[in-house]
């Protein structure tokens, strides 16, 4: 139903044609090459020596280097609608075995400031996320006030939970750009509280049998904490969200009053009503310390002129 059809798949490439029958009437651009590329520089010199149209920014170096160049580029910036998260894992071999004061010990020793400026170093392509819902949902509240950062009480809680002195396995998407370096960082900031943290890179397709692993005994136990996000967060759509907090996608490790109260949310039509019960599930789901919500990203392109 959309406005091209996959026409051909090569080894590095996939070439959709536009339909003449597209019901919002025939794209002007005829053909769309999507090519896979490694990473890093090749891209940037495929991009720079005209190969390629199109190229994501992931950088803040990047963008001022494009941005520079405004009579060779053009740049362009929409929402993504994805919030990137930490995720404590309730089967965790350790987290499995500590408390409600551990897990917020790990996020109030989170500063996702210098995290985002590590990462992504620019406002322009991430900023501070403070809700597991992103400002692009219709229900999304402003005012959910997310976590605070707090090292002096991070460290008496990591103390009294018995977490200072453990050590955890951190996984992330090394396929996804930004994740190493937040990795690194969150890696620093739990040193503070006297907590080890293990970085495992995974490709994609090691990454989600085993952050999903909910079902899978062997592979479920294999990481305490990592990173990922949620995307699709437009509108009055709250299917992805809904998957997180009712434990359907995966085990979260929310409380059965969250993922009632989500259930709730789902089948109820008043607007009003929606916003009410979206309110306390934004509060009430931080407020259990399983998922930090870390970054709202933009999407950021440059192009040819």
């Given at each position: ?101 551990a897990r917020k010990a790990i996020f109030l020793a989170l500063n996702k400031d210098d995290i985002i400026q590590f990462a992504w170093g620019s406002d322009e392509l991430a900023v501070p996320a403070n809700s597991l819902l992103t400002p692009d949902q219709s229900i999304y509240n402003k ?163």
């Amino acid at each position: 139903s959309g406005a091209y059809k996959v026409s051909e798949i090569n080894e590095d490439s996939f070439v959709y044609t536009a339909r003449d029958d597209y019901y919002r009437g025939t794209p002007s651009v005829k053909t769309v090459v999507m090519k896979t590329i490694g990473s890093g520089s090749t891209k940037q010199i495929e991009f720079e020596n005209g190969s390629i149209d199109y190229m994501r920014v992931t950088s803040a170096e990047d963008l001022k280097k494009y941005k520079a160049a405004s009579d060779k580029y053009n740049m362009y910036s929409v929402s993504e609608a994805r919030l990137n998260y930490l995720q404590l894992n309730p089967n965790g071999a350790v987290m499995s075995t500590l408390s409600e004061d551990a897990r917020k010990a790990i996020f109030l020793a989170l500063n996702k400031d210098d995290i985002i400026q590590f990462a992504w170093g620019s406002d322009e392509l991430a900023v501070p996320a403070n809700s597991l819902l992103t400002p692009d949902q219709s229900i999304y509240n402003k005012d959910c006030k997310g976590y605070e950062y707090n090292l002096e009480e991070a460290k008496k809680l990591a103390e009294s939970s018995g977490l200072k002195g453990k050590t955890l396995t951190y996984i992330y998407n090394a396929d996804r750009a930004n994740m190493e370096a937040v990795a690194t960082v969150v890696q620093q900031q739990l040193a503070e509280i006297g907590v080890t943290v293990n970085v495992e890179g995974c490709d994609t397709a090691t990454f989600f049998p085993r952050f999903f692993a909910s079902k899978d005994k062997e592979q479920v136990t294999t990481w305490d904490l990592g990173t990922n996000g949620w995307d699709s967060q437009r509108g009055l759509n709250c299917g992805q969200a809904i998957s997180y907090l009712t434990n359907r996608l995966c085990d979260c490790g929310y409380s059965d009053e969250v993922s009632g109260l989500a259930t709730k949310a789902m089948g109820t039509v008043d607007a009003a009503e929606k916003q009410a019960l979206w309110n306390e599930i934004q509060d009430k789901a931080l407020a259990e310390c399983w998922e930090y919500p870390l970054t709202y990203t933009n999407y950021v392109m440059v192009s040819q002129k």
